[in-house]
């Protein structure tokens, strides 16, 4: 399993607004991706901090087909929304550690 990490500032005062692109607009792109598992959108508290999402992906080679082909579209999507240039991160997701989780997603 592979995760892929974006870090962002969102304008605020777009939070609402977002959200519903996100679920409108984002989220059934995403689904439509072999390999895509799920998302999981971190919110902080403070707003001046970063928002985290997570992506989870079966496989290494869904992922970066997604990047090539599909994450373009989606940054135009959500750059209006952004304080700040999305940061990219890849990792591998050690499953050994996360069994239930894991388990979870494949039901």
Not at 11 to 24: D, G, I, L, R
Not at 32 to 40: A, N, S, V
Not at 69 to 83: A, G, S, V
Request: net charge neutral; with cysteine; hydrophobic share 45%.
């Amino acid at each position: 399993m592979f995760a892929r990490i974006l870090e962002f500032t969102l304008q605020m005062e777009k939070k609402e607004e977002f959200v519903k692109v996100v679920k409108n607009q984002l989220l059934p792109l995403l689904k439509k991706q072999p390999g895509f598992l799920d998302i999981l959108p971190l919110v902080p508290e403070q707003k001046d901090e970063k928002i985290i999402a997570i992506s989870l992906w079966t496989e290494k080679r869904d992922l970066e087909r997604y990047e090539r082909n599909i994450y373009p579209e989606i940054q135009q999507i959500m750059k209006p929304f952004l304080l700040t240039p999305v940061e990219v991160k890849p990792y591998t997701v050690e499953t050994t550690l996360c069994e239930h989780f894991v388990h979870a997603l494949a039901a």
